[in-house]
T-cell receptor, first 114, second 111 residues
Framework: QKEVEQDPGPLSVPEGAIVSLNCTYS??????FMWYRQYSRKGPELLMY????GNKEDGRFTAQVDKSSKYISLFIRDSQPSDSATYLC??????????????FGSGTRLSIRP | EAQVTQNPRYLITVTGKKLTVTCSQN?????MSWYRQDPGLGLRQIYY???????DKGDVPEGYKVSRKEKRNFPLILESPSPNQTSLYFC??????????FGPGTRLTVT
């Protein structure tokens, strides 16, 4: 069993829809949770990070963590064609993720139809 | 401009021929990492470094070596490449709690 499971998609939704992307994990030691966006032929870029249960909002993006269920989500409101990309969840056992092992999900490919 | 650079961007080589992929960052970051990305497997961490001369294994270190002799550089060395190391490789750097910047990627094919 993988430590982090993520539905690979592809997921296709119409412009303006609310998108829900999810990951589950098995290692209860994970404390730091991240979402990355990766456009085709580019390196990943960090969208959001959080190290506690609950919600964190940044513009149209909301990251949600439920440690009791070992489940994290990324919601995108008012989705735009420019949101079309692969979204990767990532987790780390330490608060300062840069100094530790980071485990990524396999990524969900998202397409927003105009 | 803050950036992470990798060279080469594309490389086709043969089994057993030693190669080095260079990574350099201009942000004075302490932390640097190497990842490989394969279809269906996502990004997997190969090695990471917390500072000069301090490195540690990630998830998939077998067949790779790294060194961190200068803060800005973190080369990835494949002493004897094999076809299962055909992949897309990313270098990344960050400081404490800062955003992790990824390089543009190196597509390696080992025949």
């Amino acid at each position: 069993q993988k430590e982090v499971e993520q539905d690979p998609g592809p997921l296709s939704v119409p412009e303006g829809a609310i998108v829900s992307l999810n990951c589950t994990y098995s290692n209860s030691a994970f404390q730091y949770f991240m979402w990355y966006r990766q456009y085709s032929r580019k390196g990943p870029e960090l969208l959001m990070y959080t190290y506690s249960s609950g919600n964190k909002e940044d513009g149209r993006f909301t990251a949600q963590v439920d440690k009791s269920s070992k489940y994290i989500s990324l919601f995108i409101r008012d989705s735009q064609p420019s949101d079309s990309a692969t979204y990767l969840c990532a987790m780390s056992p330490l608060k300062y993720s840069s100094a530790s092992k980071i485990i990524f999900g396999s990524g969900t490919r998202l397409s927003i139809r105009p | 401009e803050a950036q992470v650079t990798q060279n080469p961007r594309y490389l086709i080589t043969v089994t057993g021929k030693k190669l080095t992929v260079t990574c350099s960052q201009n942000m004075n970051h302490e932390y640097m990492s190497w990842y490989r990305q394969d279809p269906g497997l996502g990004l997997r961490q190969i090695y990471y470094s917390m500072n000069v001369e301090v490195t540690d294994k990630g998830d998939v270190p077998e067949g790779y070596k790294v060194s961190r002799k200068e803060k800005r550089n973190f080369p990835l060395i494949l002493e004897s490449p094999s076809p299962n190391q055909t992949s897309l490789y990313f270098c990344a750097s960050s400081s404490t709690q800062s955003e992790q910047y990824f390089g543009p990627g190196t597509r390696l094919t080992v025949t």
